[in-house]
């Protein structure tokens, strides 16, 4: 049974930084892709980064080089450094992965809050 468990989230001032953390059980780490989703109150769920099984990444246009995505095979473990976090920032931020049969599976989030 694949299970994604996030942590980090938090209340932040604008301008700071956090990192988020997500442990993967039940997959094969190192055959598979995980990404950062986020959501807003009243938003559509959108793509925050990810990173391929060979470490290559992407990430959304709003990013702009402040956050990185990285991954530690070892622990089984997922991470998102956010810094200069912007209120807009604000959402839960999802863990996901997508096995190699194409089936997407999502963490129960973690929620991020930036105040001004």
């Not at 990185?68 to 991470?79: C, E, G, H, L, Q």
């Not at 912007?86 to 999502?106: F, H, I, Q, R, S």
């Amino acid at each position: 049974q694949v299970q994604l468990v996030e942590s980090g989230g938090n209340l932040v001032q604008s301008g700071g930084s956090l990192r988020l953390s997500c442990v993967a059980s039940g997959i094969i780490f190192t055959l598979v892709p995980m990404a950062w989703y986020r959501q807003a109150p009243g938003k559509q769920r959108e793509m925050v980064a990810g990173i391929t099984r060979s470490g290559t990444t992407n990430y959304g246009e709003f990013v702009e080089g402040r956050f990185t995505i990285s991954r530690d095979n070892a622990k089984n473990t997922v991470y998102l450094q956010m810094d200069s976090l912007k209120p807009e920032d604000t959402a839960v931020y999802y863990c996901n992965t997508k096995t190699l049969a194409g089936v997407d599976y999502w963490g129960q989030g973690t929620q991020v809050t930036v105040s001004s």
